[in-house]
DNA sequence: AATAACTTGCACACTCATGTGCAAGTTATC
DNA sequence: GATAACTTGCACATGAGTGTGCAAGTTATT
């Protein structure tokens, strides 16, 4: 496999530069690929890649290890995107969770659903615990301050509003929703879940201008840009 | 493959009853592996319905034959649950739909997302049209009446309260959750996305005594009893 | 321009699953 | 108890995907 990383000792010359775009251009097309079908077999990915599937073994040694490095990185998005959310009211907190999981995933629905249902669904759980945490927290202190319901567990709770937020993105695949109305709608289905009646979900969005789709901020990029096509 | 059928003409003798229990119990078996692993081998199947693989041809000319049976029964089973649901209050009704979803879904979760979401997802799409319709007459008619929210488009909010419901399914393998708890949670997740606030919700259910689990039908039932396990 | 770093194409070994043919058993039904 | 209806085990063909070895090309870097 080719040594991507800075060897420490005896590096007779750094590794190219047109290697670890290829490496990128790999995962790129694993995404999308894997997202339309999740069975796609390497050679569907290489050839989306413009690569030849046995140059992926120069990146990769194994099937496994491409998948999990994907994993990975979806998982550090994820992450990456969650993490800083904090603010007082726990409802606008929560919506904020539901919105940038909105943008970051919306592309990479299926992946997503397989990544946290397929075989590796246990290793993807670990590394999505901080996230959950985080969320619990964020529960937790709403209903301390009154603001959410009490007639469910809090760790349902937490685990209902991620799953509604996911559920919006699988509605997305069908209708094809814009980017804008997908923003709108795992706000509102989230609020919803943590008991609020449309109305208040209504009046609370208006009042939180944080809320807003233009106050969101970027999704973390894609790898590269390129639209992921074949070419015979 | 077998002809289970009673042919009109030339029947020199009719099928054996034993027969028809073994094309149960593949039946039964596939359900119940296919939802374990959605790639499980006709080997893994054969084997947990305590017969050889080969033997399954003589009731399946091939494997999608018996994936697509299973559709047509678990596409029949949840329109017959869901069909009969008429109440005056939408409210009450789509809790009813909720409802009778859980407990016709519950143990074939991964194969339902499966038929929904995999490469016969299309097919099963126009199977489960009716339904569709049937729950978006039943949102129409409470947005009519002014009982539903009317910040989302009926035939999307008819689409996320199904998904509501799908997810609560998804948390329950996480969970291990009860038929009782399911039961509650799915009836409160689908008033939630309809636009009840929590308290308006439970109001409702206090109201509604046919939302009672006692007060659901059964089931309908599997297609045999027995535990599906392999016997080396 | 020299050379290491990559890519490619092909051949090959391997695994795993599907589907068939057939002869030899069992077993329900008549 | 005769017989058709099933089941089974085995051999075999087929196909698709993964992973490797290697020789012959390209191309970025020095």
């Known amino acids: 496999m080719t040594n991507t990383s800075t060897s420490p000792h005896r590096a007779a010359r750094a590794p190219r530069r047109d290697a670890a775009e290829n490496r990128i251009a790999i995962l790129d097309a694993a995404i999308s690929e894997l997202n339309h079908n999740p069975d796609a077999s390497l050679e569907t990915i290489a050839s989306a890649a413009g690569l030849s599937r046995r140059s992926i073994y120069g990146h990769f040694s194994t099937r496994d290890e491409l998948v999990a490095e994907l994993n990975d990185r979806g998982i550090a998005r994820v992450t990456a995107a969650l993490a800083p959310i904090r603010h007082d009211d726990a409802r606008v907190a929560l919506a904020l969770v539901g919105a940038r999981l909105w943008s970051e995933v919306e592309d990479v629905r299926v992946t997503a659903q397989l990544a946290i249902r397929g075989p590796r669904r246990e290793i993807v759980a670990e590394g999505l615990d901080p996230v959950r945490r985080g969320v619990l927290a964020i529960v937790e202190q709403g209903v ?29 695949v069908r209708d094809d929703i814009s980017h804008g109305e997908g923003h709108r709608l795992v706000i509102l289905v989230a609020l919803s879940t943590a008991g609020l009646s449309w109305r208040e979900a209504a009046e609370l969005i208006d009042a939180s201008p944080e809320l807003a789709l233009e106050a969101q901020p970027p999704a973390s990029s894609r790898l590269s840009e390129r639209s992921a096509g074949a070419r015979p």
């Not at 349902?156 to 997305?172: H, K, W, Y």
Request: negative net charge; aromatic residues 0%; proline residues 3%.
């Open 144 to 172: 301390a301050a009154g603001q959410l319901r009490t007639d469910i567990e809090p760790r349902t709770l937490a685990r209902l509003i991620e799953g509604a937020a996911l559920s919006v993105l699988d509605e997305a």
